[in-house]
């Protein structure tokens, strides 16, 4: 029997009644012939509850004990999960990230998944039982608990479903799937059928919240077929009990793509900054003397352009940062002035990254001049263009971000009839 794991987030465990909605769908899908594993997540807003306890606690706690505290919010889930399902019928039994094991680094608060066991859970679900795993958690080196930091619900899905050898990983969420864009800045925005790997990663790298990166990362990487869904659909639907096409958006590998689109969708990043560094020498080195400062002050450094002077004595180098680092990374830089060796300094808060992607661009040209000449059109400036094999991002001011994404939503033919 095909293996499928289902993993379920906070608001689609958010109460009782929720989580008896869950239920039903894994019925469902238990009832279809699927040996089912499921991940889910700490009802809605209980990790924030037990990270404030923790803070209130001791500013400066211990991370191995903050653990112990906000792992056990997927673990009430789990345990209610299963409850739940073994009263409709099913036999279902929850499982802690120690108890498969999934095997982390030492990070606490942020660890990373280096190995998974599962045999015991192919075991456990060849005798038809439903295993209902609390993610976001796994096992440390000093075997204790390690969480796997926000959105490690999705890690533990996706690196679950590579252990077992799951057909796919469903991820329900309270969206049915990804979009060309945010519909809620252009209505017409539809919801794709299927998305390259490679695509998807763009997309959650520049802030699209249906999945989170490390968790595309990992599905790339090991070849996991990831199902984008929604939980709020009704369970007994008979359209979500047709496995050759159930609602929602498929993220694959690119060959699974028969009709690629020269452009998938328009995503946007906000609350990014812009630094330039005006004349800077030329020589080896002085990139390292820029970003190393930043690297170790914990400032991540996105966009990055250079313009070399004819001479090919001086450059400009213009880069972002959050905005909420924009200040720090300033006072860093500007401490940093004589082992850099800029002669100016410049800096601009409140623009917005508006990105247009598709895995069609890469044999098509013309995709970013006929960007550019549009956003002209509207009397757009862009500040900076940085290049990328599958995208074209752009720095705008942030007061032209919903007539961006609109335009080019429009020009690359991406809005429903």
Same mark, same amino acid.
């Given at each position: 029997m095909?293996?499928?794991?289902?993993?379920?987030g +906070?608001? #689609?465990?958010a109460d009782?009644?929720?989580?008896?909605?869950?239920?039903?769908h894994?019925?469902?899908?238990?009832?279809?012939?699927f040996?089912?594993?499921?991940?889910?997540?700490?009802?809605?807003?209980?990790?924030?509850?037990?990270?404030?306890?923790? !803070? $209130?606690? $001791?500013?400066m706690?211990d991370?191995?004990e =903050?653990?112990?505290?906000?792992a056990?919010?997927e673990?009430?889930?789990s345990?209610l999960l299963a409850i739940?399902?073994q009263?409709?019928g099913?036999?279902a039994r929850?499982w802690?990230g120690?108890?498969i094991?999934?095997?982390t680094d030492?990070?606490?608060g942020?660890? *990373?998944?280096?190995?998974?066991?599962?045999?015991?859970?192919?075991? !456990?679900?060849?005798?038809?039982?439903?295993a &209902?795993?609390?993610?976001?958690?796994?096992?440390?080196p000093?075997?204790?608990?390690a /969480?796997?930091?926000r959105?490690?619900?999705?890690?533990? $899905?996706?690196?679950?479903? @590579?252990?077992i050898?799951a057909?796919?990983?469903?991820?329900y969420t309270?969206?049915d799937?990804v979009?060309t864009t945010?519909?809620r800045?252009?209505p017409?925005?539809?919801?794709?059928?299927?998305v390259s790997?490679?695509?998807m990663?763009?997309? @959650?790298?520049l +802030?699209?919240?249906v999945l989170?990166? *490390?968790?595309?990362e990992?599905?790339?990487?090991?070849?996991?077929? /990831?199902?984008?869904?929604?939980?709020?659909?009704d369970p007994?639907?008979?359209?979500?009990a047709? %496995? #050759?096409?159930p609602p929602?958006t498929?993220?694959?590998?690119?060959?699974?793509?028969?009709?690629?689109?020269?452009?998938? +969708?328009?995503? =946007?990043s906000?609350?990014?900054?812009?630094? #330039?560094l005006r004349?800077?020498?030329?020589?080896p080195?002085?990139?390292?003397a820029v970003? &190393?400062?930043l690297?170790? $002050?914990?400032?991540?450094v996105?966009m990055i &352009?250079?313009?070399?002077?004819e001479?090919?004595?001086?450059t400009?180098?213009t880069f972002?940062?959050p905005? @909420?680092d924009?200040a720090?990374?300033?006072k860093?830089?500007e401490?940093?002035r004589?082992?850099?060796g800029?002669?100016?300094?410049? +800096?601009s808060?409140?623009?917005?990254k508006?990105?247009?992607?598709g895995?069609?661009m890469?044999s098509?040209a013309?995709? %970013?001049?006929s960007?550019?000449? %549009?956003?002209?059109?509207k009397?757009?400036?862009i500040r @900076?263009?940085?290049?990328?094999?599958?995208?074209?991002?752009?720095l705008?001011d942030s007061? =032209?971000?919903?007539?961006?994404v *609109?335009t080019l939503?429009?020009? =690359?033919g991406l809005d429903a009839a």
């Amino acid at each position: 029997m095909a293996r499928l794991v289902m993993k379920f987030g +906070g608001t #689609s465990v958010a109460d009782i009644d929720r989580i008896r909605n869950v239920a039903r769908h894994v019925k469902r899908e238990v009832d279809a012939g699927f040996e089912v594993a499921v991940v889910v997540s700490a009802m809605s807003g209980k990790t924030n509850e037990l990270v404030a306890w923790t !803070r $209130a606690a $001791a500013p400066m706690h211990d991370a191995r004990e =903050y653990d112990t505290v906000v792992a056990s919010g997927e673990q009430v889930t789990s345990g209610l999960l299963a409850i739940c399902l073994q009263e409709i019928g099913v036999n279902a039994r929850s499982w802690q990230g120690w108890q498969i094991p999934i095997l982390t680094d030492g990070a606490h608060g942020a660890a *990373r998944i280096m190995e998974i066991d599962g045999s015991r859970l192919v075991e !456990r679900m060849a005798q038809g039982q439903v295993a &209902v795993i609390a993610g976001f958690q796994g096992l440390a080196p000093d075997n204790r608990i390690a /969480t796997l930091g926000r959105g490690g619900s999705d890690t533990s $899905a996706v690196a679950i479903a @590579a252990a077992i050898g799951a057909v796919r990983c469903d991820i329900y969420t309270d969206v049915d799937g990804v979009y060309t864009t945010d519909p809620r800045i252009v209505p017409k925005a539809r919801r794709l059928d299927r998305v390259s790997h490679e695509e998807m990663l763009e997309m @959650a790298s520049l +802030g699209a919240k249906v999945l989170q990166v *490390r968790s595309v990362e990992l599905a790339m990487v090991h070849g996991v077929r /990831t199902f984008v869904r929604s939980s709020f659909d009704d369970p007994a639907d008979p359209r979500l009990a047709d %496995a #050759s096409n159930p609602p929602g958006t498929l993220i694959c590998d690119e060959d699974e793509i028969v009709e690629k689109q020269v452009v998938t +969708g328009i995503a =946007y990043s906000k609350d990014e900054a812009q630094i #330039s560094l005006r004349e800077v020498a030329d020589k080896p080195g002085v990139a390292a003397a820029v970003f &190393v400062p930043l690297a170790e $002050a914990n400032i991540n450094v996105d966009m990055i &352009v250079q313009n070399v002077s004819e001479d090919g004595t001086t450059t400009d180098m213009t880069f972002t940062v959050p905005t @909420a680092d924009f200040a720090r990374a300033m006072k860093v830089l500007e401490a940093a002035r004589e082992s850099i060796g800029y002669v100016s300094i410049q +800096g601009s808060g409140d623009l917005v990254k508006v990105s247009v992607i598709g895995i069609g661009m890469r044999s098509h040209a013309g995709v %970013a001049a006929s960007a550019f000449k %549009a956003l002209a059109g509207k009397g757009i400036n862009i500040r @900076a263009i940085p290049p990328s094999e599958i995208k074209i991002s752009i720095l705008i001011d942030s007061a =032209y971000t919903e007539l961006a994404v *609109r335009t080019l939503h429009s020009l =690359y033919g991406l809005d429903a009839a």
